[in-house]
Every structure is written in structure tokens, then in C-alpha cells.
Nanobody, 114 residues
Framework: QVQLVESGGGLVQAGGSLRLSCAAS????????MGWYRQSPGKQRELVAV???????NVASSVKGRFTISRDNFKNMVYLQMNSLKPEDTAVYYC????????WGQGTQVTVSS
């Protein structure tokens, strides 16, 4: 099994920045793709960004140019650098990993004030 633990969430003003981190442990050798999803109250969970083991990325159009996903395979970490944050970015952000199975972290709250 794989465990994912997110950190780095918090409260920021619009226009500010945050960096989210996700640490993977367990059967981490099986993980090929990691990424971030987010969910706001009343909305479906949506893809934010994903990154494969070879560095290929896919970022949602709503955050392109503002968010950057990166991965450190040696440290078994994935990051989400969030710049120019908007109130619309307020959500619980979940770390995601795909390999032999799909894994989810417990989420970290990001709140962006006006």
C-alpha cells in the first residue's frame, strides 16, 4: 500500500503564493503518476495537475500560468507551486498517486481571501 501525506496548505490573500507538498511512503516503487486534485463545497473533485515519472505534466486550464507541478523521485515527493492565487482556488487539495492502484491523501485546505 501507498500512503500520501499533504502539507503546505493555509490561508493567503489573493495574489499570494503557496507551495503544497505530498510525501509518499509504502510501495512507492509502483507509482508512475502523481498529481493534485481539488474540491470545493458543492463542486466535484477536479484535476489540477499531474506529473509522470518521466516529467511529463498536464495542468488544468484554470490554473495554467499560475500553478506548477514538480516531482522529486529520489525524495518521493510531489509539489504544487501556486502563484497568483484567487479566491476561486479555495478548496481542499488532494494528493493523488497512480501505479498498481489509485491512492489519495487526506487533503490540505487552501483558503484564499479577497
Amino acid at each position: 500500500q501507498v500512503q500520501l501525506v499533504e502539507s503546505g496548505g493555509g490561508l493567503v490573500q489573493a495574489g499570494g503564493s503557496l507551495r503544497l507538498s505530498c510525501a509518499a511512503s509504502g510501495s512507492i516503487f509502483s507509482i508512475n503518476v502523481m498529481g493534485w486534485y481539488r474540491q470545493s463545497p458543492g463542486k466535484q473533485r477536479e484535476l489540477v495537475a499531474v506529473i509522470s515519472s518521466d516529467g511529463a505534466t498536464n495542468v488544468a486550464s484554470s490554473v495554467k500560468g499560475r500553478f506548477t507541478i514538480s516531482r522529486d523521485n529520489f525524495k518521493n515527493m510531489v509539489y504544487l507551486q501556486m502563484n497568483s492565487l484567487k479566491p476561486e482556488d479555495t478548496a481542499v487539495y488532494y494528493c493523488h498517486a497512480f501505479g498498481l492502484k489509485v491512492y489519495w491523501g487526506q487533503g490540505t485546505q487552501v483558503t484564499v481571501s479577497s
